[in-house]
């Protein structure tokens, strides 16, 4: 409230203080408040206070009591364009998505009002997670494939015997029935997350798909045995003509 009151009756505060707010937190936030002005406003940025003025201030905000929040979406890219790096922006456009609290086509609309720096590089992760990639580690897990040239496989599909739900691996390479899962807890949270991913892996196991599981320790600190490894499975294996699958729909 008192980043509002110094920057007068005409702000709203975004960035990771918005989302804060929201119920969505950053592993690492600071105590930094990002508060929008428009254009032409003369207060300026103090101690924790950091203003930003903008020719696109909001027409529409969200009320918390008396604190005026710029809309989720706004929040958002404001704060993945102030990232420094590309696993921030990752984890937390996955994080928004997977909870439902923003779609897809609404980061991406906004981020198509935006003109601020690092457009690029969100623009890129916005892409990742629309086909499948869910976590951080998982965009490593893509980046590695990409860079070893490997075929490129679908992310996070259903895969359907009959008309029963097997699951959504991480990586999927139908013409070879291989999955690759990414075993974390940091990202399979909480417990009973935990419990159900193991019992979707049983299930997947069970009808004859094979799977490879790695760690995102793995995937950062030994990738050429994480590639050796795929290389090898796709060459031996081939299709399951039981399985069905369905691509990820963002």
């Not at 989302?19 to 940025?45: F, H, K, M, N």
């Not at 404001?78 to 994080?95: H, N, P, W």
Request: with cysteine; hydrophobic share 40%; proline share 6%.
């Amino acid at each position: 409230m008192a980043a509002l009151l110094y920057a007068g009756p005409v702000s709203m505060i975004t960035g990771a203080a918005a989302l804060r707010r929201y119920g969505i937190r950053l592993a690492e936030a600071g105590r930094q408040v990002d508060v929008l002005v428009p254009t032409g406003t003369g207060v300026t940025s103090r101690g924790y206070v950091r203003v930003h003025r903008t020719s696109r201030f909001p027409s529409l905000m969200g009320l918390q009591g008396q604190i005026r929040l710029a809309l989720l979406e706004r929040a958002v890219i404001d704060t993945a364009q102030g990232l420094t790096s590309t696993r921030e922006v990752r984890a937390l456009l996955a994080d928004v998505t997977l909870r439902h609290a923003c779609a897809v086509w609404q980061l991406e609309e906004e981020l198509g009002r935006s003109r601020l720096r690092n457009s690029a590089r969100v623009r890129a992760v916005l892409a990742e997670v629309g086909t499948g990639t869910q976590s951080s580690p998982e965009g490593d897990l893509r980046d590695l494939i990409r860079r070893a040239r490997l075929p490129e496989p679908l992310y996070n599909p259903r895969l359907y015997l009959g008309g029963k739900l097997l699951g959504r691996p991480d990586a999927w390479w139908p013409q070879a029935g291989l999955a690759v899962e990414v075993d974390s807890r940091t990202w399979h949270w909480p417990a009973d997350l935990w419990e159900q991913t193991m019992d979707r892996q049983s299930r997947l196991g069970a009808a004859g798909i094979r799977l490879l599981h790695f760690s995102p320790a793995q995937i950062r600190s030994q990738p050429d045995r994480v590639v050796a490894l795929i290389r090898e499975a796709l060459k031996n294996g081939g299709p399951i003509p039981s399985i069905r699958t369905e691509p990820f729909a963002s």
